[in-house]
């Protein structure tokens, strides 16, 4: 069994930053690509920031050049670095992992965690 973490949420003034952190723990040969989400209150759920097992990585126009996702393969986590927050980043982030579980044959399986809340005061 694979489980994904989150951690790092809380209450910031905007203009303030936050890290998050999303865990991988279990059964695990490898984690590929990784993506935060988040879902405002009465909203869908939005990609925010992917990253690939090389280090690509790719972010929704609202945050570009705000928000900083990287990795740690070693530690199979995934951070999200969030600088000049806004109120309107108010939301549970998510994180979700594309997950090698078995490499004979191999099988790949998507994992999402429980979320982490985000809460932007002006």
């Known amino acids: 069994q694979v489980q994904l973490v989150e951690s790092g949420g809380g209450l910031v003034q905007a203009g303030g930053s936050l890290r998050l952190s999303c865990a991988a723990s279990g059964r695990i040969f490898s984690v590929n690509a990784v993506g935060w989400y988040r879902q405002a209150p009465g909203k869908q759920r939005e990609l925010v920031a992917t990253?690939?097992?090389?280090?690509?990585?790719n972010y929704a126009d609202s945050v570009k050049g705000r928000f900083t996702i990287s990795r740690d393969n070693a530690k199979n986590t995934v951070y999200l670095q969030m600088n000049s927050l806004k109120p309107e980043d108010t939301a549970v982030y998510y994180c979700?992992?594309?997950?090698?579980?078995?490499?004979?044959?191999?099988?790949?399986?998507?994992?999402w965690g429980q979320g982490t809340q985000v809460t932007v005061s002006s």
């Open positions: 979700n992992a594309n997950v090698v579980i078995a490499l004979t044959p191999v099988r790949r399986n998507d994992y």
């Open positions: 990253i690939t097992s090389g280090g690509s990585t």
